[in-house]
């Protein structure tokens, strides 16, 4: 036994040593590829990946199938990742801690490009090689890191205020509201309405996940308020960040808000907007072809979100397509983003997937704002919306928003004392 | 006397309706969910107001691969169970049986190991998998897969041979059996009940195994179905298709269930089985 | 590894046998000449059917597992202002990671730590009595039982993740849960209801896994045994807590063994149905694949470690518990009276058609 015990020994020491030379490759293989990535040459042709959640339209399989009917020596594989934002994200972070050649351009959430660019598991791209003149500056802004391209606009999406027209024109009021203080005036009319027994007034997504920094973002942005600064800084501590964080705490005490939306994403909140319980709610456009064949189909229309003393800010959604520091061929790669990202692709997107278009002309083409009335809406959201913060630790930042955001609409603490609260986690956060 | 019989049938069957109900009314919930129109998926309705087979539809839709997932998923918990199961057999049968050094180490070695987070291995089994080449092969996630089958059925397999009474075994070597034959036309069949609940359980945990499954491959045709599933999305990304996702769990238990009829009467005749050869 | 081991061996071989080496001799002195299985051929064999089990778990756990622990001491990769790049390298910090959960950091590692303990047993305390009920009664003979034994297992079958969504929609603000009760509950929230909606889908899913293992343990006790008792005016109560509890302890302990460790790695089912970082109910490895998803792999990696040491001590516990039942290689009165009854009344029945 003592023969047997040794060699298992000589076995796990074997195993030992090479996961120490696999790390020693490692590290030198990384050290080469900041090299790369500081001057990209994109060279190499040949077959390629996209990495992208599954997407059940096959539009985006349509739109590789032509690609790869003209470009039969330079084929896209489609690799199909989870539904779920994180375990995406886990994936790519994965292939990249492993600098596995697996993915070669990855669909990316728009939050995620500082963190990607700076941890040099994207390449940095030239600029001229893309149209981005004609797209919405926002959505461009969303795929730099300091103020270098990392990323291609691929689709843009905005919040926007869906709101019972019915109940609305029945109550005397003509047009939606632009103003928090109109919209719980317009609540209270109609809730005198016998048909509106039982509703609330407006809901958002306010559950402990992403959806909750995109709702404190666009309250805070909507009072004039900012998370960071123009120079990334976090700067939430303040008079006007206040005034958005306690519309959404007084709003749920006072009932504009029903307790039960604590517990929100975007689904719950269609489903109760479907099902006749909600005058407004905030949401993206994706609930719009849906509730159009729900029972409330007819009766609702989307309007720019409300702010204080105005319109209010949207926070931006949607993906940009990036290119794998660790990918081969990295040149068919850079020729297959330009042609995902071109106005035709957009424009089969959004007619195929309602997929909200970076290209501002989509916006106003009268075909397509036929097929989806909300585009005008959109643009104006899209085109005034915020950024969320900008940041290498976005999880980080978003967690210290969920965290302390969560805190003030369920009372646990004051909406001073949240800011205040955020503000410090943020600037530890950055500090790292 | 026939009072408390009565009494004691009653409160049999008060208790199997109490058991059963805790178990299958959650699962009833899943199978109505998978049955409604996705128009009327929220509803609490204790029956589908009408049924429709439109999940089932989408779940089985070419694209999406479902059947391929659940062969690879057969194919992967199938040999998991009995590659371990046969590995297992050996070291239960000398953790029961042999004396030597160590004994009470090894097993708490082999447990304690089993339990590292899964979060925490993956990353390291992806960089070796992805060395020698194993990205997109079934043994990269049978392979990882024993990590936590293996144990299980080592620490199961021991407690049922060392059940048995040595007396048996030390009968057959009498007869002239080896001792590999003792074990295996003796103790066996007597442990039966033993080794199939743990194939069962087994085969079960190597089934619903997820994050290796994902992590080592990137290709449809080699997916899970757990992985399969993981991918359903709806129209668009905040769209939840729930009404699939249901539809996909019972698709991926019903087999079990299947399984666990067809083996259940050796689960439980194990012992009279074994004793009327 | 193995090697690296041997001193805590001895130790914990200690005080249960009289000496490592001497434990064979003396039980097989004990049993008679026939036994006398501890020789050194005995070992060799013994190697021979243990290795391939211990070489495949070498490759599959002690690698990573040790790969986990080196990059445990390693911190978080700088970001370098002016480039905007993070570095390369990760600095050394040796124990920093470990002695950062008696800082101000370790708060979320304490809560976590304990969550988890609540966890365990809670959930494994009502699994076990669960459990056992439902081997009871699946043990039972009557109509129908074939398709009970396999409903009973459903859940069991259910994959975690659907069935983390399936409650989640079950404890949703307007779903079922809610609509039977008649209250209307916001079981996501924080608070003692997330942790309940957690033990509740828990115990459901895993209840039919001790039921399935104290089921096969009841298999294997003759039905001679229980005749004997009801000869000796045994009521049914006590033939429960003096013959069917001590015959299945092996198969329950191992069942309740095994889910104490599951559990304590629990991660899905929190994290599917209340939802991440939230405090009631953040386990460990939700706190490990929090930080691992954060890009601090070191931190994670020590998160992980120390979830692993917890567990292993639990482990260790158990084997000691178990001690007799399941390794028997260690001296002292282990054979009660009723196993050696049952052993000999098995014997006969088994020898008899052979």
């Given at each position: 036994m003592n023969a047997r015990t040794t060699r298992v020994l000589q076995c796990s020491a074997v195993l030992v040593a090479a996961g120490l030379v696999l790390t020693a490759c490692g590290s030198s293989g990384g050290s080469s590829s900041s090299g790369q990535s500081k001057s990209p040459s994109f060279t190499g042709r040949g077959p390629i990946t996209y990495a992208a959640a599954k997407d059940s339209s096959g539009v985006v399989q349509k739109v590789i199938d032509s690609w790869n009917t003209q470009h039969p020596k330079e084929k896209v594989t489609f690799v199909q990742l989870p539904a779920d934002v994180n375990q995406q994200r886990q994936q790519m972070i994965q292939n990249a801690e492993t600098k596995s050649d697996a993915y070669t351009v990855l669909s990316m959430d728009v939050v995620w490009t500082s963190e990607f660019a700076a941890h040099q598991w994207i390449d940095q791209l030239?600029?001229?090689?893309?149209?981005?003149?004609?797209?919405?500056k926002p959505t461009v802004e969303t795929a730099k890191y300091r103020g270098n391209l990392y990323a291609v606009p691929a689709a843009s999406d905005g919040g926007v205020l869906y709101y019972r027209t019915d109940l609305l024109k029945k109550a005397g009021i003509s047009a939606a509201p632009t103003t928090w203080a109109e919209m719980k005036a317009d609540c209270a009319k109609v809730k005198q309405?016998?048909?509106?027994?039982?509703m609330s007034c407006y809901a958002g997504q306010f559950e402990k996940y992403e959806g909750l920094t995109v709702n404190f973002a666009e309250a805070v942005n909507s009072a004039g308020g900012v998370i960071t600064d123009a120079g990334g800084k976090p700067d939430v501590d303040t008079p006007a960040a206040k005034k958005g964080l306690d519309f959404l705490v007084d709003s749920f005490k006072d009932g504009t808000i029903p307790k039960e939306a604590i517990t929100y994403q975007e689904e719950e909140g269609r489903q109760a907007f479907q099902s006749g319980k909600l005058i407004f709610l905030r949401n993206w456009p994706y609930v719009y072809s849906l509730a159009q064949k729900s029972k409330v189909a007819g009766k609702f229309a989307v309007a720019p979100l409300p702010g204080l003393t105005g319109p209010g800010s949207s926070s931006l959604g949607g993906h940009n397509v990036a290119l794998s520091s660790f990918a081969k061929n990295k040149a068919t790669a850079l020729d297959f983003m330009k042609f995902f990202t071109s106005e035709t692709s957009a424009s089969t997107f959004l007619k195929d997937a309602s997929l909200a278009p970076p290209y501002e002309s989509l916006y106003d083409d009268a075909a397509l704002v036929k097929q989806y009335p909300y585009l005008p809406v959109l643009k104006k959201s899209i085109l005034g919306a915020v950024p969320r913060p900008r940041v290498v630790q976005y999880g980080d930042a978003s967690s210290a928003v969920q965290q302390e955001a969560y805190a003030a609409l369920t009372g646990d603490k004051s909406s001073a004392q949240a800011l205040k609260d955020l503000q410090s986690d943020l600037q530890k956060s950055a500090a790292q | 006397m026939t009072t408390t019989a009565k009494g004691r049938t009653w409160l049999l069957y008060l208790g199997v309706a109490a058991v059963v109900a805790y178990c299958l009314a959650p699962f009833y919930w899943m199978l109505v969910s998978s049955l409604r129109r996705s128009s009327d998926i929220f509803d609490t309705s204790l029956l589908p107001s009408s049924v429709s087979f439109e999940n089932y539809r989408a779940v089985f839709q070419p694209s999406q691969g479902f059947g391929r997932a659940l062969l690879n998923s057969l194919i992967v918990a199938g040999t998991t169970t009995a590659v371990a199961l046969l590995l297992a057999t050996f070291t239960a049968y000398a953790m029961a049986r042999l004396e030597f050094r160590f004994k009470r180490l090894i097993l708490t070695l082999i447990i304690a190991t089993s339990m590292f987070p899964v979060v925490s291995i993956v990353v390291p089994l992806l960089k070796l998998f992805t060395n020698i080449g194993w990205i997109n092969t079934y043994q990269a996630m049978i392979v990882p897969s024993m990590s936590f089958v293996l144990p299980l059925a080592v620490w199961n397999l021991t407690t049922f041979f060392k059940q048995m009474p040595d007396e048996l075994e030390e009968a057959a070597m009498i007869d002239g059996c080896t001792r590999g034959q003792a074990f295996r036309k003796v103790i066996i069949p007597l442990a039966a009940p033993g080794i199939f609940t743990t194939a069962i359980i087994s085969f079960i945990a190597a089934w619903n195994e997820f994050v290796i499954a994902l992590s080592m491959t990137n290709k449809q045709q080699m997916q899970t179905a757990t992985v399969a599933i993981s991918k359903f999305t709806g129209a668009t990304q905040f769209d939840i298709p729930f009404g699939s996702q249901m539809a996909a769990g019972v698709l991926v238990t019903v087999p079990l269930v299947i399984m666990v009829l067809i083996f259940q009467r050796r689960i439980v005749d194990g012992l009279t089985a074994g004793a009327a050869k | 590894m193995v090697d690296t081991k041997t001193p805590p061996d001895a130790t914990a071989d200690g005080p249960t046998g009289p000496a490592g080496s001497r434990a064979g001799k003396a039980s097989a002195s004990r049993k008679g000449s026939n036994r006398a299985w501890a020789t050194a051929a005995s070992g060799r064999t013994a190697g021979l059917l243990v290795s391939p089990t211990l070489l495949v778990l070498t490759v599959v756990v002690l690698y990573p597992t040790i790969m986990a622990f080196r990059e445990s001491l390693y911190g978080v990769k700088g970001l370098d202002p002016k480039t905007g790049f993070i570095s390369d390298t990760e600095p050394y910090v040796g124990l920093k990671n470990y002695a950062d959960i008696f800082g101000d950091a370790g708060d979320r590692f304490w809560n976590a730590f304990w969550n988890t303990t609540f966890f365990t047993v809670t959930t494994v305390a009502l699994e076990t009595l669960i459990g056992v009920a439902m081997a009871l009664i699946m043990h039972k003979a009557f109509k129908g039982r074939a398709l009970i034994r396999a409903g009973i297992l459903i859940p069991w079958a259910v994959p975690t993740a659907i069935s983390g969504l399936l409650w989640r929609w079950i404890f949703n603000s307007d779903g079922i849960a809610n609509a039977l009760i008649g209250h209307q509950v916001?079981?996501?929230?924080?608070?003692f209801h997330a942790k309940a909606a957690v033990i509740i889908a828990e115990v459901w899913k895993t209840s039919p896994f001790i039921g399935l293992l104290v089921l096969a343990g009841l298999q294997v006790i003759p039905k001679e045994v229980y005749e004997a008792a009801r000869l000796d005016g045994a009521g049914p109560l006590a033939q429960f807590w003096r013959i069917t509890l001590p015959l299945v302890k092996p198969a329950l302990l191992v069942a309740v063994l095994f889910r104490c460790l599951d559990a304590l790695r629990m991660f899905d089912l929190p994290y599917i149905l209340i939802g991440a970082q939230k405090n009631s109910v953040e386990t460990l490895s939700m706190l490990a694949q929090n930080e691992a998803s954060n890009v601090r792999f070191g931190p994670a990696a020590a998160y992980a470690v120390l979830l692993f040491f917890y567990v292993f001590l639990i482990a260790l516990g158990f084997v000691r518990l178990l001690g007799a039942d399941v390794v028997g290689d260690t001296g002292g009165p282990r054979t009660p009276q009723r196993t050696r009854r049952l052993r000999r009344t098995v014997a006969n029945r088994a020898e008899v058609p052979a």
């Open positions: 030239p600029a001229a090689r893309f149209p981005l003149d004609k797209m919405l309405l016998p048909e509106a027994k039982g | - | 916001l079981w996501t929230t924080e608070g």
